[in-house]
């Protein structure tokens, strides 16, 4: 088995110092510290040029040098990206061309030769294969994009094999949700409990490749960094960087990935909403940001570019794209008024300085600046956030005993899997003498079976996936769906039922 371990670091352009300056020292200093000082320490890591720009302005040079270096020694790969973390199905191939190139030309400035980009990391891996020919034309080699992307399921990559994108010369890497959302979730704390959860990979030869966000670690899990850095020196998980794959998977599968993002499910894709936290076509602010950003586009391109205030102008535009402000009005879960208020602004300050825009445009953009802060607060005040809030947590309201045992016949055998499946686990640990991790699984057993399940903030259920292969749980539930299925079909008041 080999890991490649990938981390994307990014900030809004415009963030507050004082969250910057927590981030710095709870993720980022910690990072590039760990990455220096521990030999082989090995990740490919997304920063978006704007992030570096926070740096220089704020005065963090010692992560800019230390990035640089780190990436001189080996020890960092880096992708390439949209500099503004701009959601790019949702922009114009020129535009999308644009985001990558200024973010080269950006982390060049700072990184100088440590920078040299053969894949890229889309923001939020938001893919549609309408940006194939962008990212082709952009010289990249491959393209990081989450397993779903694959056909619209998990669980269907061949980690022995690497693939290709059908009709491009573009490979594509396949970020593994299990192991991904295990680290995430702090599911393992150390080290030895990672390499216990991937026994099974550890002994294959197999890859894995995981994808997450930098400031899981330390700032999102306080004290999950500790993890991370003790992966830097184990032999056992043998540290690659993506592109390292290309010749120790040499074999290539052809593929047509699907639209999607790292956090699409399954039913997003088949409704064609994958990009619903950004375009949501149930979200009238959505549609008025859109509209706006539309407008300013549109009478952008309309100014000459020899006008003297173009390139400022055209600065501007480049960091209003960003994605933040439509994510911040999703509303499911994410919301932040003054994200959205700060976006829509930064779109109507450019169509009131464009020398090429009159008075009558002008309120256009005003009049839709004006109706999206409204449609905020009348949702904020008609009750419509915390209708959306009640209607997320619903299902997670309802005990997982009364959606399954409690439902009988074919549901039941669900229940009994995972009870097994946890007890199972518990022994184990047991064996093992882990304690902590055997009281853990007793105690998530108590809870589903006294329907206490619904104040956990990571479900027991999901931590099982999370700790167990996917491929033996889903054995598991087949296995004891069989055992039913064959005991009910002997029963001749059930046939024909």
């Keep these: 088995m080999v890991w490649a371990n990938f981390l994307h670091i990014y900030q809004p352009y415009g963030q507050q110092p004082d969250i910057l300056e927590a981030v710095v020292a709870q993720s980022y200093r910690p990072l590039v510290q760990n990455l220096l000082k521990h030999k082989g320490a090995k990740i490919t890591l997304n920063v978006n040029g704007s992030l570096l720009e926070l740096f220089d302005k704020y005065g963090y040079q010692d992560l800019i040098d230390g990035l640089a270096t780190a990436g001189r020694e080996g020890k960092i790969e880096f992708t390439a990206c949209a500099k503004y973390h701009a959601l790019l199905p949702l922009l114009s191939p020129e535009e999308t061309l644009r985001q990558i190139t200024i973010n080269d030309e950006t982390n060049r400035h700072y990184l100088g030769d440590a920078y040299q980009p053969k894949g890229i990391f889309l923001p939020e891996m938001a893919y549609s294969p309408e940006l194939a020919p962008t990212l082709e034309a952009a010289g990249l080699e491959w393209v990081l994009m989450d397993e779903i992307a694959y056909n619209g399921q998990v669980d269907a990559i061949d980690y022995t094999k690497r693939y290709t994108i059908k009709g491009t010369k573009l490979g594509v890497f396949f970020r593994e949700r299990r192991v991904s959302n295990m680290i995430m979730a702090a599911a393992v704390r150390d080290v030895a409990q990672l390499k216990t959860a991937l026994r099974a990979e550890i002994a294959s030869d197999r890859y894995i490749l995981t994808g997450m966000d930098g400031e899981t670690f330390g700032h999102h899990r306080p004290g999950l960094e500790k993890l991370l850095f003790q992966t830097f020196d184990d032999a056992d998980l043998n540290l690659v960087h993506i592109s390292d794959l290309i010749k120790l998977y040499p074999e290539a599968v052809e593929c047509e990935p699907v639209g999607s993002t790292w956090a699409s499910s399954p039913q997003d894709i088949a409704q064609g909403i994958q990009f619903i936290s950004w375009n949501d076509p149930t979200n009238p602010i959505h549609a008025l940001q859109w509209e706006l950003r539309d407008l300013v586009i549109t009478r952008f391109y309309e100014l000459p570019q020899d006008d003297a205030e173009y390139p400022r102008l055209r600065q501007s535009l480049d960091s209003a794209l960003a994605s933040d402000q439509f994510f911040w009005a999703s509303a499911k879960p994410w919301w932040s008024f003054e994200q959205i208020e700060e976006g829509a602004k930064s779109l109507l300050d450019i169509l009131r300085q464009l020398p090429n825009v009159d008075h009558t445009q002008y309120e256009e953009g005003e009049l839709l600046y004006h109706r999206i802060l409204a449609t905020a607060f009348e949702w904020k005040r008609s009750g419509v956030l915390l209708a959306l809030?009640?209607?997320?947590?619903?299902?997670?309201?309802?005990?997982?005993?009364?959606?399954?045992?409690?439902?009988?016949?074919?549901?039941?055998?669900?229940?009994?899997?995972?009870?097994d499946m946890m007890q199972d686990e518990e022994s184990q640990a047991t064996k093992r003498r882990d304690y902590e991790a055997a009281i853990m699984w007793r105690d998530a057993i108590f809870k589903l079976e006294n329907k206490l399940d619904i104040y956990d903030a990571i479900h027991v259920v999901d931590l099982l996936r999370m700790k167990v292969p996917n491929a033996v749980v889903e054995d598991t539930l087949k296995r004891y769906k069989a055992d039913y299925l064959r005991i009910r079909g002997g029963q001749p008041e059930q046939r024909g039922a």
């Design 389 to 419: 809030e009640r209607e997320r947590n619903d299902i997670l309201r309802i005990p997982f005993k009364e959606r399954t045992l409690d439902k009988g016949d074919l549901m039941a055998t669900e229940w009994h899997a995972f009870i």
